[in-house]
T-cell receptor
Framework: NAGVTQTPKFRVLKTGQSMTLLCAQDMNHEYMYWYRQDPGMGLRLIHYSVGEGTTAKGEVPDGYNVSRLKKQNFLLGLESAAPSQTSVYFC????????????????FGPGTRLTVL | KQEVTQIPAALSVPEGENLVLNCSFTDSAIYNLQWFRQDPGKGLTSLLLIQSSQREQTSGRLNASLDKSSGRSTLYIAASQPGDSATYLCAPHTRQLTFGSGTQLTVLP
């Protein structure tokens, strides 16, 4: 049981290049999330998915696209990378729908450190 | 929009000391609040989750309290150890998790 894994761990891009970050979870979770973490700003939600084939925008979606073709995978794409997208990207997953009585802890991957030159 | 503030931003204490980390948030209409731990270069690990109807939650040497009406939560760490050194993040849960910037804790041997 690997939990949440992310590929790659590190990447350096030039401005304008594209790339895809892969997140995989083996816990059969319905919800998956992509965050970015920048110094002094905490984690901010980019996009999330409530199930296979569905995606939704988070707080900072501009410049990113996502896809959830399989329940266990959530892909984050950068079509034309910009220096402002230099960040650490975290994927997370959780089991159940958020309610006032839920205990849906989010499980995080180890992160991908992306530098855009 | 939910805003989360964590004070202090950094804290250094000698081993064995009891300590309190503070978290305040602006929107009290939360489902729950979570405390996470983040080690350098690693992902986040959930420590405690407090439901909106609860006042506190305990796990080992950790105790988290929640005062939803005033928009405050505290994380109490008893008998701190060097292995507790990490960044601690709080995240109230409304439509989504909103994270504070964290408190970087260093426990000196």
């Amino acid at each position: 049981n690997a939990g949440v894994t992310q590929t790659p761990k590190f990447r350096v891009l030039k401005t304008g290049q594209s790339m895809t970050l892969l997140c995989a979870q083996d816990m059969n979770h319905e919800y998956m999330y992509w965050y970015r973490q920048d110094p002094g700003m905490g984690l901010r939600l980019i996009h999330y998915s409530v199930g296979e084939g569905t995606t939704a925008k988070g707080e900072v979606p501009d410049g990113y696209n996502v896809s959830r073709l399989k329940k266990q995978n959530f892909l984050l794409g950068l079509e034309s990378a910009a220096p402002s997208q230099t960040s650490v990207y975290f994927c997370a997953s959780s089991l159940i729908i958020r309610t006032a009585t839920s205990t849906d802890t989010q499980y995080f991957g180890p992160g991908t450190r992306l530098t855009v030159l | 929009k939910q805003e989360v503030t964590q004070i202090p931003a950094a804290l250094s204490v000698p081993e064995g000391e009891n300590l309190v980390l503070n978290c305040s948030f602006t929107d009290s209409a939360i489902y729950n609040l979570q405390w996470f731990r983040q080690d350098p270069g690693k992902g986040l690990t959930s420590l405690l989750l407090i439901q909106s109807s609860q006042r506190e939650q305990t796990s080992g040497r950790l105790n988290a309290s929640l005062d939803k009406s005033s928009g405050r939560s505290t994380l109490y760490i008893a008998a701190s150890q060097p292995g507790d050194s990490a960044t601690y993040l709080c995240a109230p849960h409304t439509r989504q998790l909103t994270f504070g910037s964290g408190t970087q804790l260093t426990v000196l041997p």
